[in-house]
């Protein structure tokens, strides 16, 4: 098929999905898939426009977060309103995942719930074939996700992501869109595997990891850790040459009661990080219990204590603003967070609390901050105690709680379509080669 005749498959890329789509690109690659497309990658909004005025047949992938919705919402209405009738939009990642039907309301045709690995290819084999539905379409993707076989490394995207080690939590922090999938780890057979493709790039020398519970990767049950893993994973990256080895730090972070001495002596052995992120969210153990932490302040601060005489800095995760926190809890946390910045020189991550979709907090209100706790979280700033996304996500907040609900009002007729966890058979190709069977149906 002339390359010119193929339909455009377009990314939207932003901050929120440099991490996700290197993934997407990777499984359309070893599929084979990619051929029959026009891969287009849209980092600005002026890529996206040229595409929709060209008026060529074509799909505009996007995947996103909740907190990123207030800012899409225009771009979406600015297609929808100058694209022509085969020019699709679909919405995958864990705001679709949480709440599929206002990413229709907002505009877009198809929404993916789930991990693209469990259906992308299937569904766009038959968007190919002309298959896919006239209507707005929820598209649940299900089934386990070999976390083994996705990889980031594609040969569209010239970056090295942190690899995901990780997936899913064994936590279920109530205003978390990781809770509730069950924790799979990659193995370290995959991690060798990965390492032989950086190799071929000369890019082995730096890494760092997606994991949600560092300390607990490779554990298969919650309080359970597996240092012996840990230590197995860290020196492998260190023997290869890596340099740059960064754990226990963004896009990663260490949850305060799977910290040991033992743990963070790893860190300090192997890794080239000067500090590690504790996700703490608040200093009030009411708070903690009734977001369902699972850990205590105490627990925090002994984090921090173990972090710091270990000659790391703590970087402290907290959440204000969080739905039923009160006066009382706020002081809590306040002075906590000065406790911790005074004891342990830790740094206090400062965030409000966004409902995001999908948790069981996702419909319910942020508190509002009183005048004396906006007072002192500035006078914190300005102090280096803490640092500031807590003022920009208050109003990221009220923009998220608006827009819900003017979706919610909005009718909707809409079907869905699910699919199996396993690819089919046709697609279970080489790397790089496109599926006999699927070349035939579609270029025949
Ligand atoms: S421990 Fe972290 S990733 Fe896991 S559910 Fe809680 S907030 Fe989410």
Not at 93 to 113: E, N
């Amino acid at each position: 098929m002339n390359s010119r005749n193929r339909p455009v498959l377009l990314f939207r890329l932003q901050p929120a999905n440099r991490f996700s789509f290197p993934v997407v690109l990777n499984l359309l690659e070893r599929s084979g898939l990619d051929r029959f497309f026009r891969i287009v990658l849209a980092q600005d909004i002026a890529t996206l426009q040229h595409f929709v005025r060209s008026q060529a047949p074509g799909m505009v992938l996007y995947s996103f977060m909740t907190p990123h919705l207030p800012e899409l919402l225009p771009e979406v209405e600015w297609v929808r309103s100058q694209r022509v009738r085969q020019q699709l939009l679909m919405a995958g990642g864990p705001h679709t995942s949480g709440d599929p039907l206002s990413v229709l309301k907002a505009g877009f045709d198809y929404a993916f719930v789930g991990a693209a690995e469990n259906g992308l290819v299937p569904l766009l084999q038959d968007y190919l074939q002309g298959k896919l539905p006239e209507e707005k379409t929820v598209f649940y993707a299900s089934g386990p996700v070999r976390l083994d076989d996705s990889f980031p490394l594609n040969r569209y995207l010239k970056t090295f992501p942190p690899l995901e080690i990780t997936r899913g939590c064994h936590w279920n922090c109530r205003f978390c869109q990781t809770a509730g999938v069950k924790a799979q780890h990659r193995s370290l057979d995959s991690i060798k595997q990965y390492y032989r493709e950086l190799k071929k790039r000369n890019y082995h020398r730096r890494i760092s990891f997606i994991c949600p519970s560092a300390f607990e990767y490779a554990s298969t049950t919650p309080r359970q850790l597996n240092p012996a893993a840990v230590e197995e994973l860290l020196s492998y990256c260190k023997a290869e040459g890596t340099i740059f080895l960064e754990y226990g730090i963004f896009p990663s972070e260490a949850r305060p009661n799977s910290f040991s001495e033992d743990m963070v002596d790893l860190v300090v052995r192997y890794c080239s990080n000067k500090k590690l992120t504790i996700g703490a969210q608040t200093g009030s153990d009411r708070l903690l219990r009734r977001m369902r932490r699972g850990h205590t302040v105490v627990q925090v601060e002994r984090a921090c204590e173990i972090t710091a005489r270990k000659g790391l800095r703590p970087l402290v995760d907290i959440i204000v603003g969080l739905p039923e926190e009160t006066p009382d809890d706020r002081h809590e946390t306040l002075r906590f967070i000065k406790r911790l910045a005074v004891k342990y020189r830790a740094r206090n991550q400062i965030h409000y609390f966004l409902p995001l979709s999908g948790t069981p907090l996702q419909q319910a209100e942020p508190s509002r901050l009183d005048y004396r706790t906006i007072d002192t979280l500035r006078k914190f700033q300005q102090d280096g105690i803490c640092t500031g996304w807590w003022e920009e996500g208050i109003v990221r907040s009220r923009r998220i709680v608006e827009i819900r609900k003017r979706l919610q009002d909005r009718p909707l007729q809409y079907r869905t379509v699910s699919f199996r966890g396993d690819l089919p058979p046709s697609f279970r190709v080489q790397p790089g080669t496109a599926s006999p069977s699927l070349r035939a149906e579609v270029e025949s």
